[in-house]
C-alpha cells in the first residue's frame, strides 16, 4: 500500500483556471505538508498543517489554500493559476515536530499553459 | 532569509570511492539536520538524520554535524551507481516551523 498518495500525477492547464490536488496519507501521521519544486529542482516548503495548527510559509501567494477534510487527507487549492506555478507540488506526513521524519508522496507535475 | 546552502554539483565519483556532500546552514539555532536522497523524477526519501555535533553512521552513510561552523556534510563509502541522485540537505528553522531545503548536489557514480 502506498503510505502517501497524491492524484493527479499530471496536471496541465490554462492560466486563469482553478485547480486541487488531492493528497492522502495511510500512516496515521498528525501532521501533513505541502512542497513545491520548481525547475531548479529547489525543494521549498509551502504549508504545514495538522488538526491543530496551519503554518503558512509567508512567501506562498493567497491564491494557494490546503483544506483538510480528515487527518488522513490534506488537499491544495489553487485559484486563478499562474504561468510561474508551474512546478512539481509535493505532499508530505510525519508525526509532530518537524524533527520527525517526512514521508513524500510521488508529486504531481503541474503545468501552466 | 535563513538558508541552507549545498554546492549544486555535479559531483562525480567512479565506483568504490568515497562521495562527500557538504551543506551549510545560516540559522544559528537550527538544531535538526536531515539528508534527503532524490532519484531524477521521483520524490525525496530520508537518507539520514543527524542532530549531535559528531559523525553518525548508517551503512555505508556517515553524516557529519559541526555546529560551531554551521557545517552538515554526507560521506557514502563505496559508492555505487546507484547511488547516483540528488542528495538534499535540509535543517529545521530555530522556530520549528518550517523545513529549509538546500537546493541539492547531484551525485554522479561511473562504473
Known amino acids: 500500500d502506498t503510505a502517501v498518495s497524491q492524484t493527479p500525477k499530471y496536471l496541465v492547464t490554462q492560466m486563469g483556471n482553478d485547480k486541487s490536488i488531492k493528497c492522502e496519507q495511510n500512516l496515521g501521521h498528525d501532521t501533513m505538508y505541502w512542497y513545491k519544486q520548481d525547475s531548479k529542482k529547489f525543494l521549498k516548503i509551502m504549508f504545514s498543517?495538522?488538526?491543530?495548527?496551519?503554518?503558512i510559509n509567508e512567501t506562498v501567494p493567497n491564491r494557494f489554500s490546503p483544506k483538510s477534510p480528515d487527518k488522513a487527507h490534506l488537499n491544495l487549492h489553487i485559484n486563478s493559476l499562474e504561468l510561474g506555478d508551474s512546478a512539481v507540488y509535493f505532499c508530505?506526513?510525519?508525526?509532530?515536530?518537524?524533527?520527525?521524519?517526512?514521508?513524500f508522496g510521488p508529486g504531481t507535475r503541474l503545468l501552466v499553459l | 532569509q535563513k538558508e541552507v546552502e549545498q554546492n549544486s554539483g555535479p559531483l562525480s565519483v567512479p565506483e568504490g570511492a568515497i562521495a562527500s556532500l557538504n551543506c551549510t546552514y545560516s540559522d544559528r539555532g537550527s538544531q535538526s539536520f536531515f539528508w534527503y536522497r532524490q532519484y531524477s523524477g521521483k520524490s525525496p526519501e530520508l537518507i539520514m538524520f543527524?542532530?549531535?555535533?559528531g559523525d553518525k553512521e548508517d551503512g555505508r552513510f556517515t553524516a557529519q554535524l559541526n555546529k560551531a561552523s554551521q557545517y552538515v556534510s554526507l560521506l557514502i563509502r563505496d559508492s555505487q551507481p546507484s547511488d547516483s541522485a540528488t542528495y538534499l540537505c535540509a535543517a529545521v528553522n530555530q522556530a520549528g516551523t518550517a523545513l529549509i531545503f538546500g537546493k541539492g548536489t547531484t551525485l554522479s557514480v561511473s562504473s
Open positions: 498543517y495538522n488538526n491543530k495548527e496551519l503554518i
Open positions: 543527524i542532530y549531535s555535533n
Open positions: 508530505a506526513s510525519s508525526r509532530p515536530g518537524l524533527g520527525e521524519t517526512q514521508y
